[in-house]
Each structure stands twice: as structure tokens, then as C-alpha cells.
């Protein structure tokens, strides 16, 4: 009956792709994490960790959710700051 209220724990985090194997998995279940640059990567395993941690690189070039293109063509700052 109080289902709509498990529906709205907004704070709840997504899940997130182990980029290592692609398995889907919840942040707090996640052996590992790792920074790289502003980005979080989740490990499932201490073998993926231990994969991703001998080539960070390899795993963070591609992202590995549904959008494989994010504007690497022409980006430019417009946000009237004029950095360069
Ligand atoms: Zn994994």
C-alpha cells in the first residue's frame, strides 16, 4: 500500500556500469571506486579494480552508457566567460 513511498527516495543513488566487465551495480555495493579526472568509476570486484587499475585509460576512454558520442566535435566555451 505505501509502495509510492520506496518510488521516492530521491536520494537514492542510480546504479552505475562497472566499466571493467559492464555489469550494472548499486554504488554502495561496489568494491571500488576510483576518481579520474571528475569522473567515478564504480568496480565490482576487486578484479575488475584490479584490471582498470593497470590501465585506467583503457576503461574510462569510452563511456560504456547509451550515449557514445558527447560532442567531441567543435566544443566551445559560450558561456560568455572568455577564457580563451
Ligand atoms: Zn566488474
Not at 554504488?27 to 570486484?45: E, K, N, Q, W
Not at 585506467?56 to 566551445?76: D, I, L, V, Y
Amino acid at each position: 500500500m505505501f509502495e509510492w513511498l520506496r518510488k521516492r527516495r530521491a536520494e537514492e543513488p542510480t546504479s552505475v556500469v562497472d566499466p571493467v566487465c559492464g555489469m550494472s551495480i548499486a554504488p554502495a555495493r561496489a568494491a571500488a571506486t576510483r576518481t579520474v579526472g571528475t569522473r567515478t568509476v564504480y568496480l565490482c570486484s576487486p578484479a575488475c579494480t584490479d584490471k582498470f587499475d593497470r590501465d585506467p585509460s583503457a576503461f574510462t576512454a569510452t563511456a560504456p552508457s547509451s550515449s557514445h558520442q558527447e560532442e567531441k566535435h567543435g566544443h566551445r566555451h559560450g558561456g560568455g566567460g572568455g577564457c580563451c
